[in-house]
């Protein structure tokens, strides 16, 4: 099997996964704490949280980190317990009760919501010793969001003379993150910085400003026409910083900020390695649609159209005669013919931190981070989070928190540690948008192999 091949295989396998297990740039100690990690992440955990952290680790041995992975997912509304609460209901009953319901759960954000994405750090290469860091890890985050309209044609059907928004959201990529942190300790406090280089695998979203949707009922007939612009690339490249802070300890509490991700922009359909080693080009690309190979410097559209549709026709006549759609590829290429290059921004977000030692076994953190868009696992709100984490018995922590992020997110985590010599075993699992197994609208998973010094880390 050549190279080639072996690669597609594994980027669409890692987009297979991506799809069944989210959680972006988390570990087990993050996860089981739902968040409550700026002051305490601790070596080549604490990048990508607070690298201002790594001025603590002089007194303790190297971090070698073998493995972590961390998947899960989360949506705005299914969850077991309203399924089952759905299920065979009729919908029209107590003055459209179960209707409402639905209504009034995507009323916040106007969607259906559904975010998946996957973080796994490359084997091996991730290390940390002293106040320096290197760091590699694969993300892949994919979003997707159905507009309410979609909800209400369903179930109460197109009203009369108003224009339905049936326009889908839709946007996935995955990248290989490397970075090198460093930390400068003063008497009082430190500060870090992390430099990245983001190396783009793969892009795929609906571009909302090429993107058009209408769906129109008059008197006679159901009128509707869309047209959705995809936009692609392979093999982007951009870079990253992260930057932080962090007080020393004093009477058991301890303060830290950090900006994650900042300037972090991706650009796409310029000349990379990972094209050359895939053999995308002008003539040759890594799938197709509509039946023609969709190349490097091309676009995907899809276009539908319903015209003069009524209740006789629906009898009638058959689906590809109501219906008509096309599927296209087309040239996305500038005046000189080259493939036409995009960018995308990398999120960013704000965290604040705060801890403190309540007594020798316990810890209390708490957490305050802020995305700057809705996109790509972020959200354009505050969110807050609270975690303790039990070390009266060192080789065994225990952990547990809880965040709230508004009416429609929250999160309920707990794990545990096995450190026995140089291993340290992390597991973490988070109930999300829910606190028990029926009423969760998503799950994640984390769990990571390091390897210290022989005598350990300690507390």
């Known amino acids: ?11 669409f396998v890692n987009m297979w996964w991506s799809f069944l297990y989210p959680q972006a740039k988390r570990d087990p100690r993050m996860t089981a704490l739902a968040g409550s990690y700026t002051v305490i992440a601790e070596g080549v955990y604490a990048v990508g949280v607070n690298p201002a952290n790594l001025a603590y680790q002089f007194d303790k041995p ?16 299914f969850s077991l ?9 009729n919908l029209e009953r107590n003055n459209q009760e179960k209707k409402n319901e639905i209504f009034n759960e995507l009323a916040y954000s106007h969607a259906l919501n559904l975010t998946v994405d996957t973080h796994m750090a490359i084997p091996v290469m991730n290390y940390s010793a002293g106040n320096m860091a ?9 979003d997707l969001s159905v507009p309410e309209d ?3 044609l369903m179930l109460e059907g197109n009203p009369m003379g108003e224009s339905m928004d049936i326009s889908l959201d839709f946007e996935t990529i995955g990248l290989a993150e490397y970075g090198f942190s460093f930390a400068v300790p003063y008497e009082k406090f430190s500060w870090g910085v992390t430099l990245k280089y983001l190396q783009g695998l793969f892009y795929l979203g609906i571009d909302p400003d090429s993107t058009e949707i209408s769906l129109v009922t008059d008197t006679t007939a159901f009128y509707g026409s869309g047209r959705y612009f995809i936009r692609q690339g392979i093999g982007g490249s951009g870079f990253g910083l992260d930057i932080g802070f962090r007080t020393n300890e004093f009477n058991g509490w301890t303060l830290g900020v950090s900006m994650i991700n900042l300037f972090g922009t991706i650009s796409w359909n310029k000349p990379s390695l990972i094209k050359d080693i895939l053999g995308v080009d002008e003539q040759h690309g890594l799938f197709t649609f509509g039946g023609e190979e969709v190349v490097d410097g091309s676009a995907m559209v899809y276009e539908f159209e319903i015209d003069s549709l009524n209740a006789v026709q629906m009898i009638d006549m058959d689906y590809d005669d109501i219906f008509t759609s096309s599927r296209l590829v087309v040239r996305d290429t500038t005046d000189e013919g080259r493939a036409r290059p995009f ?7 704000l965290r604040f931190g705060i801890s403190k030692q309540v007594d020798p076994d316990i810890l209390i953190i708490s957490d305050l981070v802020a995305g700057f868009q809705d996109k790509l696992y972020l959200m354009r709100r505050w969110k807050w989070s609270i975690g303790a984490e039990f070390t009266r018995f060192p080789g065994f922590p225990l952990r547990i928190g809880y ?17 026995f ?13 829910g606190l028990w197994i029926h009423s969760m609208e998503g799950l994640g998973i984390s769990m990571g192999l390091t390897i210290t010094g022989l005598k350990g880390r300690g507390k």
């Open 81 to 89: 317990e309203r399924w089952s609460g759905l299920s065979g209901v």
């Open 62 to 77: 190297f971090m070698w980190q073998m493995a972590t992975i961390n998947f899960g997912f989360v949506n705005n509304f």
């Open 1 to 11: 099997m050549s190279l080639r091949r072996i690669i597609v295989i594994l980027i």
């Open 343 to 349: 960018s995308t921004r990398y999120p960013s977000l």
């Open 150 to 152: 979609v909800f209400r």
């Open 403 to 419: 965040s709230w992020a508004g009416a429609d997110f929250k999160e309920f985590g707990l794990g545990f540690g096995w450190y």
């Open 421 to 433: 010599g140089p291993v340290m075993f992390d597991f973490g699992l988070a109930f999300r948008n």
């Open 134 to 142: 290197f760091t590699s890890d694969i993300v892949m985050v994919s």
